[in-house]
C-alpha cells in the first residue's frame, strides 16, 4: 500500500468511478471531477496515476506543480501522453489536484505526445509553454497555452506552434525541439530555452507568444540531452540540465544569462528505475526543493510509467549547489 491518505468531498462519486485510486496502486483512470486532497508522506507523491517530467511555479502563497501524465497501457514500453496535470501546495504536503488544465487537443495544430513544459506568470497571465508532436510539420514543436489563473483552464495562445523543427537544423533528429523552460531576468526581458542534443534560447517579446530576435545555441553543458531548467539566486544563473542517457541532471552556472556556463557537476543521479530524469528547481517559503520523476512508483513502473518526487536542495556558500540525496520520506512540511 502506497504511503497516500485521501480527501475528497467527493470521495463516494470517485470511488464508484475510479476504484482503483484507493487501493494506493497506479492504474489507468479518469481524471478526478473535482479538486482532491492528497496528502503525501513520501517520494512519489502522487500515487494513484503516473505523473512525469514537472515543472513547478511559486505564485503568492502556494506552489503550483505542473505535470505530464504517463498513460501508456501496462508493459507498453513507449511514451502514452495525452493531457497535462496541475497540482497546487501550500506546504509541498498537502496537494489539491485539479482539474485537467491542458490537453493535446487544446493545440489544434498539433497530433499528439504531451511532453515537458513550464509555466510562468507576467502581468497576471499564465503562459505555459510545452513541446508536442507537430501534426503538419514533421517533428517536435513548441506551443504556448495562456490563461487567466495558475490553474487554468489553459487555451492555445497563437493557434500555431512558436518553435517548429523546420526552424532549427543543427540537430538531425526530429525531437530536438522539446523541453522549453522560461525565465524572466531581473529587467523584465523572458527568455525561453529549449531543446535536446543541442540546447537553444531565444528572446521572447513582452506578449509571451513571439520570438524576439534570433534562436541561439547554449554553448558549455558537456554531454546536453534535454530538460533545461533556468533559475537564478543571489546573482547567478543556473542551468540544470539532464545529461547522458540513463539521465543524471548537471548544471551550470554563469553571472549572465547569455553565458558563458560554466560546467559545474551533477546534481542529482540516475533516478530509481528510469531513464528519464527531468527536473525543477525553486525556492518556497525559504527553502530550495529539487522536484523530478522516477520510475519507482510500483515494480513494473520504469521509464514509461514515470511519477514525481521531492526532495530538498541544498547550496554550498559559493552558491554551488549539493548533490540531491534521492529519499522515500520526501520534504517535511514546510510553514
Ligand atoms: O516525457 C517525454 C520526454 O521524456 C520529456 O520531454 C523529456 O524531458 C523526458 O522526460
Request: some cysteine; aromatic content about 12%; glycine content about 8%.
Amino acid at each position: 500500500m502506497m504511503n497516500l491518505t485521501y480527501f475528497t468531498i467527493l470521495k463516494a462519486a470517485l470511488l464508484l468511478a475510479v476504484p482503483s485510486i484507493f487501493n494506493g496502486r497506479a492504474t489507468q483512470t479518469t481524471a478526478p471531477v473535482a479538486d482532491t486532497v492528497i496528502h503525501a508522506t513520501g517520494n512519489p507523491i502522487i500515487t494513484h496515476k503516473y505523473t512525469a517530467d514537472p515543472a513547478a511555479l511559486v505564485y503568492k502563497d502556494k506552489v503550483y506543480l505542473y505535470t505530464g501524465h504517463d498513460e501508456a497501457p501496462k508493459n507498453q514500453a513507449r511514451y502514452v501522453m495525452n493531457d497535462w496535470q496541475v497540482f497546487s501546495s501550500p506546504d509541498m504536503v498537502t496537494w489539491t489536484e485539479h482539474a485537467v488544465p491542458l490537453k493535446i487537443k487544446d493545440f489544434t495544430w498539433a497530433k499528439g505526445d504531451a511532453w515537458a513544459g513550464q509555466v510562468i506568470e507576467r502581468n497576471g497571465k499564465f503562459y505555459w509553454y510545452a513541446a508536442v508532436e507537430h501534426g503538419t510539420i514533421h517533428g517536435k514543436a513548441i506551443g504556448v497555452a495562456v490563461a487567466d489563473n495558475p490553474l487554468g483552464p489553459f487555451k492555445d495562445a497563437r493557434g500555431s506552434a512558436i518553435i517548429t523543427n523546420d526552424m532549427t537544423t543543427e540537430a538531425k533528429i526530429s525531437w530536438d525541439d522539446i523541453d522549453p523552460t522560461v525565465f524572466i531576468d531581473d529587467d523584465g526581458q523572458a527568455y525561453l530555452m529549449w531543446g535536446n542534443t543541442t540546447c537553444h534560447y531565444a528572446k521572447l517579446k513582452s506578449n509571451m507568444t513571439e520570438l524576439d530576435g534570433p534562436m541561439m545555441k547554449v554553448e558549455g553543458l558537456p554531454k546536453f540531452t534535454e530538460a533545461p531548467w533556468l533559475h537564478k539566486r543571489k546573482g547567478w544563473y543556473y542551468l540544470s540540465y539532464a545529461t547522458e542517457f540513463p539521465e543524471k541532471i548537471a548544471y551550470a552556472m554563469s553571472r549572465s544569462i547569455k553565458g558563458p556556463w560554466v560546467y559545474k557537476g551533477i546534481i542529482n543521479e540516475i533516478a530509481g528505475n528510469s531513464n528519464t530524469n527531468h527536473q525543477a528547481i525553486i525556492t518556497f517559503k525559504g527553502k530550495d526543493y529539487f522536484i523530478y520523476h522516477n520510475g519507482a512508483l510500483t515494480p513494473d513502473a520504469g521509464s514509461y510509467h514515470r511519477s514525481v518526487c521531492i526532495d530538498d536542495l541544498y547550496y554550498n556558500a559559493d552558491g554551488t549547489i549539493k548533490r540531491v540525496i534521492m529519499t522515500s520520506e520526501g520534504v517535511k512540511k514546510v510553514k
